[in-house]
């Protein structure tokens, strides 16, 4: 009968362990009764059961993907859902077959089927560093040691002239005497290995908790270690062909660390590492740098100078007592003399606490081994020195490669300047001229002590550097006095004035605008402005201006000098030929401090050389921006408010390719007309002002003299259509071991009363333009054409009758002709206080402060009721060079 038409019998009992018994047997059919052995008879019939291995054996049972499902409880009931041999109901579908790798799992389901197994996790890891240590591994064998002995010759850095012959070999020049591993001191090993890297001698060539460790004490901000092994740096200094910083280089570091490590001995490693490292001060290795910090040898150093120079391995330009402001203008001696000394002592702790050194010993210096001053070189003397730090500088700094001074000092590279030999040389020529036949510091110790000269010459057309005057000597005086200096420039700042006048115009006293800005005039230079002395000093709204403290400001002109009396009237070219003071600070006032920076800024002066636009006093050369950037302001004028900024390396080459080139991108710094206007008004300062005695045959001249309170500095800034240079002078002891460095009065200063611009600056200027413009022909100035209104300021009004100006007809005394009849507006009573938004009132600059005067473009005024001049005005006396934070020209990527 068949089992779907067989009835099934009636139960037989047995609960539990029937289930167990039927579910034993074959799928899809009903379980037959057991029979006893000996009478045949099914066993049930007694009511007994078979232990068929428990409830265990039922659920394995039930587990087996390759049996028939086991039948229901109670005996051989129809076969669940899928018919015969299980069917295809869930649960019960045969699975494939099990890959290789399982995943997803073959006998799972849910999540857990995508779950990979431990087996798979395990695999798979041990899969990749296999794989990771075989690439190691060929990395490994691929890669060879350098050769050290000929990879350590460092090269020099050649530099050229602008017209491409050699103007000197320097930088990368062998300065290296290698030592064997005996004559290496023990203290300085283990200052290296304190400073540097502890583990030196356990590890492998490469520290990775190193690497961590010195990320970790960055983040703290205290000292570190660099992530770099000794080994690493050693490996890196012997691979001079490769300075890059990309990852191929550090990956090829790496490898060749790992097996030097593994191949070579810690001493010749050590040895090394120190024989190729570089020092600072042209010095690589050991012996040469003992030899240029203390004069001795390697052998006779002291754990203390021994910590001194594993500092300097950090780097030399932040760690040299002697400083390296050419290369960083943070890098002062001051600070560097700090940084030296606070990681002097720290590595002297540390090896206290590696057991390199004990206590006792320790205390045995406490005193800082302060290096001898940097030896002269001959090769950098005299003017080269300056054009070569000049030059590196400029390149560091421009680079987009990323090459820093440590690199350039390595050598291999080739320095094309923008530097005219003839030039230079016709500049030092006539400073020399000039110093050794007025400047005697035995016949007048007290006034011809100190004296400084300094120059910059500038091709307007493009802002190369053509030549420079830094000092008597590179070797001797270290401070490039073409570059910043801290000297202010005086009335040599008024043009800035003058074309801020011109581009941005008056404002109208009357009040601002609905949109909150005042009405503007564009100004003429025949504008009428008062002359008078000891002026008091206007907002533009007519208000008497005031500092913080309610004090009023009276400008004063050189010399104390009113000019024409008694109406006083001047137009703005005669004061700017004359170099009278008031009208240019008013007029200041009139348009804006703060459009007066706008255009100096433009123009290519630097913020950081520019002082606090606060008081009035800013218009008439409280700043102090350098040499260069004064001869580059003025190029602006010359090319109809074309800029080009100042620079000094057309292009540098390495192996024959170049890395490097200058690529001119000229700004409109303001419009033609302006620049044009100012171009002749400054032309006219050379025909009948201050500034005749710059005058050269045959050619158009513009330039302005410039002369500072108390006499302290002293300048000449002109130009013909080609060339722009600025001379300055005055006295400063800037020894290094004079702490109180302060600019000095030069009043009988070379036998003469007192130095002005229109003395020994412009007799330089005149002398070495006649020589760095023979042969070249002359060009004559755009014609400028008329430009703004004819506006009166400082309570200056028209007259009903006006007579010709001043300028038309200068007297030979300097004191202007008849003039209209005109006559200071009444002085309005002193303001109690100011706007809320007056930005021309106090500030925080202080009083008027700051020099200011005639030629003299920053003699102080005075202060009503108080002479020595308002409360927070600097003392003239305090004057100190770098004061305000003077921007170094090369000091930022784009100087």
Partial sequence: MSEHRRKPPESQGGGRAAARRAAQQPSGRRAA??????????????????????????????????????????????????????????GNRRPGKKRFIDYPRFNKSGWRRWMPSWKLVSGLCVGFLGTLVIAIGIAYWMVSVPNVAQAAQAENNVYY????????????????????????????????????????????????????????????????????????????????????????????????????????????????????????????????????????????LDPSQCAFLASLLKGATYFDPAGATEIDPAATPEQNTKNAMNRWAWILDEEVKDGHLTAADRAKYKTFPMPDKPKKNAQLSGQIGYLVSLSKAYFVNNNTQGISASDLDQGGYEIHTTFDKKKVQALEDVVKKVRKKNIDPKKRPEKDTFVQFGAASVDTKSGAIKALYGGEDATKHFTNNADQTGAQVGSTFKPFVLAAAMEYGKRDPKGPKEQGESERTPVSPKSIYSGMNKLKIKNYDGSVWTNENGEQWLQTNDGNESYNKPSYAIDLRYAMQESANT???????????????DVAL?????????????????????????????????????????????????????????????????????????????????????????????????????????????????WFVGYTPQLSTAVSMYRLDDNETNKKREFLKMFGTGGQEKIHGASFPSTIWHDYMEQALN?????????????????????????????????????????PSPTPSLTPSPTPKPSKSCGKWDWNCGGPGGGPGGPGGSDAGTDQGTSVGDTSGPTGTPSPSKSKPGSGNQGNIFGGPTG
Avoid: C
């Fill in 33 to 90: 009764p057991a029979r006893d052995s000996v009478t045949g008879s099914p066993s049930g019939s007694y009511g007994e059961q078979r232990p068929a291995g428990g409830r265990a054996e039922a659920r394995r049972a039930a587990q087996r993907g390759g049996r028939r499902r086991a039948a229901e409880p109670g005996g051989g009931g129809p076969a669940g859902p899928g018919g015969r041999r299980g069917g295809t109901g869930p």
């Fill in 161 to 300: 002239w602008a017209d491409g012959s050699q103007m000197v070999a320097t930088g990368g020049e062998v300065n290296r005497q290698i030592i064997a591993y005996e004559k290496i001191p023990a203290a300085m090993r283990y200052a290296v290995i304190s400073a540097e890297n502890k583990t030196f001698e356990t590890d492998s060539g490469v520290d990775p908790q190193g690497i961590a460790r010195a990320l970790v004490n960055m983040a703290k901000g205290g000292h570190t270690q660099g992530g770099s092994t000794i080994t690493q740096q050693y490996v890196k200094n012997a691979r001079l062909d490769d300075q890059s910083q990309t990852l191929t280089r550090k990956f090829k570091e790496l490898f060749i660390s790992i097996k030097v490590g593994a191949t070579k001995k810690k001493s010749e490693i050590m040895a090394g590492y120190l024989n190729t490292a570089y020092y600072g001060r042209g010095a690589y290795g050991l012996q040469a740098a003992a030899r240029t910090y203390y004069s001795k040898d390697a052998k006779d």
């Fill in 583 to 597: 009208p240019y600070v008013q007029l200041g006032m009139d348009v804006g401090t703060d459009k007066v920076r």
């Fill in 602 to 714: 433009a123009a290519g002066l630097r913020k950081e050389s520019l002082a606090s636009s606060s008081v009035p006093s800013f218009s008439i050369g409280t700043s102090s921006p350098s040499a260069i950037r004064m001869a580059g302001a003025y190029a602006t004028f010359a090319t109809s408010g074309m800029h080009h900024d100042a620079y000094s390396v057309e292009k540098v080459m390495r192996r024959g390719s170049v890395i490097y080139k200058h690529e001119d991108k000229a700004t409109r710094a303001f419009p033609a007309d302006v620049a044009d206007n100012v171009t002749d008004v400054l032309k006219n300062v050379v025909e009948k002002g201050t500034g005749t005695n710059a005058q050269l045959s045959g050619r158009d001249v513009a330039g302005k003299t410039g002369t500072t309170d108390g006499n302290r500095s002293a």
């Fill in 775 to 815: 042969g070249v022909p002359a060009v004559d100035f755009p014609t400028p054409g008329p430009i703004g209104d004819k506006v009166y300021g400082g309570g200056m009004s028209p007259s009903p009758s006006p007579s010709p100006s001043p300028s038309d007809s200068p007297s030979p005394s300097g004191t």
